[in-house]
C-alpha cells in the first residue's frame, strides 16, 4: 500500500504585526487542523501574518471525492416510458 503525504501552507493572521499572538478565528483553525491529524512541520513569519507548513500522512487523496461512473456502468435509459407532450407540463388553460 503506498504512503500518501498532504501538504497545506495556512496564512494565520496576527493580532499585532510581528508578533506571534494569532486572532482568534486563525487560533481555531489552527485547533482545528492539528485535531484533525494535521502536524505544523514550519513557520514563515510576515509583519501581519504567519505562514504556517501543515503535513499529514496515510491519507488516501480519492477520500471525498465522488466515484467516477463510465458509460458502460450506468444503467440503460428508460426513454420509453416518457410521454410525448410538450415541456413543463400540460401547457395553457
Known amino acids: 500500500m503506498p504512503d500518501y503525504k498532504e501538504v497545506r501552507h495556512e496564512r494565520?493572521?496576527?493580532k499585532e504585526p510581528r508578533t506571534e499572538r494569532l486572532r482568534k478565528g486563525a487560533e481555531g483553525h489552527l485547533k482545528h487542523m492539528t485535531a484533525a491529524?494535521?502536524?505544523?512541520?514550519e513557520r514563515w513569519h510576515?509583519?501581519?501574518y504567519v505562514t504556517v507548513r501543515m503535513e499529514r500522512s496515510g491519507v488516501s487523496p480519492w477520500i471525498g471525492k465522488p466515484i467516477r461512473i463510465t458509460a458502460a456502468d450506468?444503467?440503460?435509459r428508460r426513454d420509453?416510458?416518457?410521454r410525448g407532450g410538450p415541456p413543463g407540463g400540460?401547457?395553457?388553460?
Open 12 to 14: 494565520l493572521y496576527v
Open 80 to 82: 420509453a416510458n416518457r
Open 37 to 41: 491529524g494535521w502536524r505544523e512541520t
Open 90 to 93: 400540460r401547457g395553457g388553460r
Open 46 to 48: 510576515a509583519d501581519d
Open 74 to 76: 450506468a444503467p440503460p
